[in-house]
């Protein structure tokens, strides 16, 4: 599913596009995602300028004067410019024509993406108990040693709860794991301010490599112009079981945690 990097782009793309465009008209096609789009989402926006694009965790905001489109991408939805009147498909649920002629498309084959209204958003209960951005001053290792003193959680799973630290899915987890050489199935009580510092540091790498090469394409996700993200060709770990490891050439191991594909190699990571 789009992580972190692949909402970031998809923010970056539709963001000049947006911002200071009134919404003449909202089309729901279909508005069972994984909660019902409000039906009052019309009366809501059209008529609102949107003022900026932000996002927080996985989610996008389409912040207007007077309240919030809170977005969620799911596993396989995609945020497209349309710029060509280009006729809806199968799966284009939703669509916000704007006063510039542009339209912003919201495809979603499996429906598990969202549309929500909130004012204020922070205060929504999907945004207001999420942990800090790995990409703010206010994420550090010192942070994660504090939250992970006496948890007997593995530490991938301790990273990836996002009232700990939002964004950092199961891809990056896998690399930012191995940069920091630490084993994924470790007590995240047993690992020392070091190791923290070190693991923090790997995932604003990992996160701002991967946001500059436009995410990880796997399966469904395209950008918001349609084009795929390249930070796969980049990846240490993730999706290479069996290859050597990039530092020590022992072969990479695979094991299932949470029901997730977790990489590692067995001599660098302790």
């Known amino acids: 599913m789009p992580e972190l990097p692949e909402v970031e782009t998809t923010r970056r793309g539709i963001a000049p596009h947006c911002e200071g465009q009134t919404i003449d ?17 019309a009366e809501q926006m059209e ?21 919030t489109a809170i ?11 349309i710029t060509d009147n280009a006729p809806a498909q199968k799966h284009d649920h939703i669509d916000l024509v704007l006063s510039s002629g542009v339209t912003l498309r919201f495809n979603d084959p499996r ?24 990409l ?18 593995p530490v991938k799973a301790f990273i990836m709860d996002s009232h700990v630290v939002v964004g ?38 990992i996160l701002g490599a991967a946001i500059l090469m436009g995410g990880t394409t796997l399966r469904d996700f395209v950008n918001s112009d349609g084009k795929p993200g390249y930070f796969a060709q980049s990846l240490l770990v993730y999706g290479r079981t069996g ?9 990479l191991k695979e094991i299932r945690m ?8 067995t001599r660098c990571q302790r």
């Not at 008209?25 to 989402?41: A, C, D, F, Q, T």
């Not at 990056?172 to 630490?182: C, D, R, T």
């Not at 290859?243 to 072969?251: A, I, L, Q, V």
């Not at 949470?258 to 190699?265: A, I, K, M, P």
Request: proline share 8%.
């Open 243 to 251: 290859e050597p490891c990039p530092e020590c050439e022992t072969p």
């Open 136 to 153: 703010s001053p206010e994420f550090n290792g010192r942070m994660l040693f504090q939250l992970s003193r006496s948890k007997n959680t």
């Open 47 to 67: 008529g609102q300028m949107i003022r900026t694009v932000d996002r927080r965790a996985k989610y996008l905001f389409l912040n207007l004067d007077h309240g």
């Open 111 to 134: 429906r598990f993406g969202c549309w929500l209204w909130a004012d204020p958003a922070a205060a929504h209960p999907l945004i207001a108990s999420l942990g800090p951005e790995p």
């Open 71 to 81: 977005i969620h991408l799911g596993m396989s939805g995609s945020l497209r410019i």
């Open 168 to 205: 950092v899915g199961n891809i990056y987890a896998n690399e930012a794991l191995f940069k920091a050489g630490i084993h994924p199935r470790r007590k995240a009580g047993r690992i020392s301010l070091d190791r923290y510092q070190r693991l923090a540091e790997a995932i604003r790498e």
């Open 258 to 265: 949470s029901g997730r594909s977790t990489v590692y190699c």
């Open 25 to 41: 008209k909202i089309k729901v096609r279909n508005g069972s995602l994984r909660w019902p789009v409000p039906e009052n989402i």
